[in-house]
């Protein structure tokens, strides 16, 4: 059984282990387990051994006298009191000198990241770049990154395990935590979770993190930082910028949303990036099961309508929670901000993949989907878990129809 266990350790891969050099915050943790796994070692096997040796040499013998009683070792004693405190002195000093580096302040010119945690998601602002997203993280490989940690509601635990962390968000109170990505590292998408216990939806709270090219990074900020644009404009040849992130004039035909500013309208448009979905590595992709007796009607979906889709929005429920920069209708924050949800991999806080499919099923009965989900239920004849009852076209219900042209506009909005 042993040899077993230790040949399943030794293959495979381990898509979310902290055993890595991708930060300097997982490197130094790293070392600092390594030395611990070293002096523990050495203190277990030199305890076995002399435990091993008076077992053997002291042990109850066939017609032996009986052992004549002693007050103690005074050398003995002083030995073994001293030669832990010794160990221990070569534990303390890594130990606390890591603790110090780690809770240390960053940099001054370190990318400022708000973490908010909310049951059961998580939101992101970028204040320099003026952008809010939800359940995704960019970060440029090479530049350090500082991490504001709040809460809104319970206790939560930010955690990107090949990255570094793990650092608790507490209410009333701002935690830090802040790595620098590798500049070596390749492009990757890695797995992030919430690591306190938080409610009912705990397990399903992750999120995703990005580490791209920092000319990448320019150029998904400067998107991100856009109004939602509806249609989504054609793009022109593209004009050099002349700070390594590439601009296109929006096209004559393309027709900003309602609500736009003349400006927002006639202003450039950044060629934005996002993290290529055929890129993505196994591991961060989602393979949730759906719940059983959910259902929708898929024929719809090629149906779909966006522009009716946005009227649709823009005078539903769904205003009363979401927030899309440039749309006047839809200013809240209570949930997801969804500005520009199209360009992200996930919904649900990384439980289910952000396609047409699992978005239109989200819209229709999101507590089926994610237990405890804040999110009310909206597909008519469709049973909330949460509020007990069934939803009609009197409370504000959707058919799969309208539902359907929901999803359109949202996939149109990258």
């Known amino acids: 059984m042993a040899l077993a266990m230790i040949v399943g350790a030794c293959g495979g891969e381990y898509p979310n282990s902290t055993f890595n050099h991708t930060t300097e915050f ?72 890591t603790i110090f580096a780690t809770q240390a302040k960053a940099a001054p010119d370190a990318l400022q990241i708000e973490v908010v945690g909310h049951q059961w998601w998580w939101e992101f602002r970028y204040p320099e770049y003026g952008i809010t997203t939800a359940n995704e993280i960019y970060l440029p ?25 793990k650092r608790d968000l507490i209410t009333n109170k701002t935690n830090y935590l802040w790595f620098t990505p590798n500049a ?63 601009l296109v004039q929006d096209s004559a035909s393309a027709m900003p949303m309602a609500g736009d500013t003349a400006a927002a309208a006639t202003a450039p448009a950044v060629d934005g990036y996002w993290f290529p979905r055929e890129q993505l590595p196994a591991h961060v992709i989602p393979t949730t099961r759906l719940p059983k007796g959910l259902t929708f009607d898929e024929s719809l979906l090629a149906q779909g309508d966006a522009e009716r889709g946005r009227e649709l929005y823009s005078r539903s429920s769904c205003i009363g929670c979401h927030a899309i920069k440039g749309n006047p209708m839809s200013v809240s924050n209570v949930g997801p901000n969804l500005t520009h949800v199209a360009t992200r991999h996930t919904i649900a806080s990384g439980l289910y993949q952000n396609d047409a499919k699992h978005l239109a099923l989200w819209i229709k009965n999101a507590p089926a989907m994610k237990p405890g989900s804040l999110m009310p239920t909206i597909g008519i004849g469709e049973r909330d878990a949460v509020r007990k009852n069934t939803i009609s076209a009197a409370m504000g219900g959707l058919t799969d129809a309208q539902i359907a042209d929901i999803v359109a506009y949202l996939q149109a909005l990258k």
């Open 141 to 165: 490989k090479g530049r350090t990154v500082n991490f504001a940690l709040t809460t809104v509601d319970v206790l939560h635990s930010f955690w990107v395990p090949q990255l570094g962390g």
């Open 184 to 246: 070596d590292i390749q492009t990757d998408a890695f797995n992030g979770f919430c690591a306190e216990y938080c409610g009912s939806s705990h397990a399903n709270m992750k999120f995703r993190v990005y580490t791209v090219e920092p000319d990448e990074f320019e150029r998904w900020a400067q998107h991100q930082a856009r109004p939602a644009v509806f249609p989504v404009q054609a793009a022109v040849p593209v004009v050099p910028s002349g700070a390594g992130v590439a």
């Open 26 to 97: 997982n490197a130094s943790i790293d070392t600092l387990f390594d030395k611990l796994m070293f002096w523990g070692t050495l203190v277990f096997i030199a305890v076995e051994v002399a435990l091993v040796y008076v077992i053997v040499r002291f042990r109850r013998r066939p017609n032996a006298a009986d052992p004549k009683p002693v007050h103690g070792n005074t050398t003995l004693e002083i030995l073994w009191t001293a030669i832990p405190a010794v160990i221990l002195i070569f534990i303390a000093i890594p130990t606390v000198r």
